[in-house]
């Protein structure tokens, strides 16, 4: 049989489920070359000399990588020229990014996060890049846009996905009709489906967090985790397992893949604050998540309902079996 390689499955998307626009789709499939040409780079590692730290920070206040900085040129220049964007905003810089005069406008918006979990680069750990799509306002044809035009809720998101680079390079993308799957053919240069509409297990006994900020969680949060590691001895009767990558896309493809839950929950360190970005990490995530039938809150609500009132907002990350951010936000709430 036929393999059916991202380029097929969008064209099919386009014609059958007609979901899908064909300037839509050539911006998966720039994103996706994009991707390819990243993964090059960071399995060249130290012989590529894309290793190690620069001396500048992002917009955060973070130390950029060299590879961040390479990943988000990359995509830029990708994106810039095919007239199927309005403008484009990053993790790593402070402001948004128009489309140059000398290029066709197009009517959409894309969002990423170039490299995530970065802290693992130099450690041979996996990492990825988060994309998330919005349709520009009708409102900003004939005007420059804005970034008051990206901030728009998850649920407006008409893509989202991740490519993670690890002992696999993949390509995990929904636009709207399911999640799949997608493997890097490295002698062929081509996308091929190796997962098609995918489905998290549910019942799943692990979860994600890093347990050495315990002492900042709220007394929910904490609850949760402890009536977990109480195991079979404690109220849940079972034993639970852990897994922290500290690399979300890593911990998230696993719970995709494997079920459980993951969590970054908003703590005391920045009062009502969290560590994820809402639009360049939890939105995207978000929206595989619920398509692929999990769930995902910032511990109170559905994160694709709240608000999006600054590029760089930050929010608290509970995500995965549906059960569990249940709970979860239930014990929140108490
Ligand atoms: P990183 O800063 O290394 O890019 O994006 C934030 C993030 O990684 C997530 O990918 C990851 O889940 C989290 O930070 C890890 O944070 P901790 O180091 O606090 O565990």
Redesign the pocket.
Known sequence: MARTTLTRFLIEQQRLANALPAELRLLIETVARACKTISHSVSKGALGEVLGSLDSENVQG?VQKKLDVIANELLLDANEWGGHLAAMAS?EMETIHRIPNRYPKGEYLLLF?P??????IDVDLS?GTIFSVLKAPDECAGREVTEEDFLQNGRAQVAAGYAIYGPQTLLVLSVGTGVHEFTLDREVGSWVMTDRDMKMPQGKCEFAI?M??RRQWSPGVARYIEERVMGAEGPCGVDYNMR??????A?VHRILKRGGIFM?PADHRTPGKA???LMY?ANPMSYLIEQAGGAATDGFIPIMDVDATSLHQRVGVVLGDKAEVAMVTAYGKE
């Not at 490299?115 to 693992?120: R, T, V």
């Not at 922290?244 to 896309?249: C, D, F, G, K, Y």
């Open positions: 973070e993790e996060d490299i995530d979990g970065s802290s693992n990492v890093n050495s900020n922290w990558t500290a690399s979300m896309v911990d970054y560590r994820l970005r990490e």
